[in-house]
């Protein structure tokens, strides 16, 4: 194992360091959040077909990703639960959809596999 041993340490970058870190705190920890559910393979599938499609049921996502509904919707309850999607009732059916403030933090992400799809 390594250890560090500097000759000195530079106090005011270790200062503006921290200072970043504290000011970008409250949106570290809604990114590590999505990325921890969205570290999950299905979890970041469903995540890319609603942003691409926008919003969807489970029905649809169940035959999309050819899995049973029961599974699906555990999937959904962690992404609802993590505070991450949304719904909406049209009569018996429920839609889902991405939280518009957490559209911001994925689209980068989505570009980028759709981008390594165009272009291989």
């Given at each position: ?9 530079n106090k005011e970058q270790i ?84 939280k518009a403030n957490y559209m ?17």
């Amino acid at each position: 194992m390594e250890t560090c041993i500097r000759q000195f340490a530079n106090k005011e970058q270790i200062k503006e360091c921290r200072d970043k870190i504290q000011s970008c705190d409250t949106s570290l920890k809604k990114l590590s959040s999505v990325l921890n559910l969205a570290g999950n393979e299905v979890r970041l599938k469903i995540l890319y077909l609603l942003e691409e499609e926008k919003e969807l049921c489970p029905c649809d996502l169940s035959d999309i990703l050819n899995m049973s509904s029961p599974a699906i919707s555990q999937h959904l309850r962690k992404l609802k639960d993590g505070n991450v999607i949304e719904f909406r009732k049209e009569g018996q059916t429920i839609y889902y959809s991405i939280k518009a403030n957490y559209m911001s933090i994925l689209r980068p992400f989505f570009k980028h596999i759709n981008q390594a799809v165009v272009t291989p």
